[in-house]
């Protein structure tokens, strides 16, 4: 099992940047993918970006493409998720989540651990 923290969130103004944190730890060999993911209050919990652990594999949500980037850091077992030009409708509770297959996936169904959110709230 991979255990997941985020870090990061917080109330910011619209054209803010933020960067959110994903710690991994326990059997983090056994991921092969990460991903972000958000819900917003009311909405189903959607997929925002996801990597590979090893490769050079990423893909965005066409929702945040251009101003999001996902990246890792191996050596830390850190995923990190760098936001920038913030928008209002950028506001949800962000997760973290780890997929032990093989299936390169943005459905939540895909992903087996999930850490317990960071709140990120853009104001106009």
């Known amino acids: 099992q991979v255990q997941l923290v985020e870090s990061g969130g917080g109330l910011v103004q619209a054209g803010d940047s933020l960067r959110l944190s994903c710690a991994a730890s326990?059997?983090?060999?056994?991921?092969?993918?990460m991903a972000w993911f958000r819900q917003a209050p009311g909405k189903e919990r959607e997929f925002v970006a996801r990597?590979?652990?090893?490769?050079?594999?990423?893909y965005y949500a066409d929702s945040v493409k251009g101003r999001f980037t996902i990246s890792r850091d191996n050596a830390k077992n850190t995923v990190y998720l760098q936001m920038n030009s913030l928008k209002p409708e950028d506001t949800a509770v962000y997760y973290c989540?780890?997929?032990?297959?093989?299936?390169?996936?943005?459905?939540?169904?895909?992903?087996?651990?999930w850490g317990q959110g960071t709140q990120v709230t853009v104001s106009s």
């Open positions: 990597i590979r652990w090893t490769g050079g594999s990423i």
């Open positions: 989540a780890a997929s032990y297959g093989s299936r390169w996936s943005g459905s939540r169904a895909d992903y087996d651990s």
């Open positions: 326990g059997r983090t060999f056994s991921s092969n993918t």
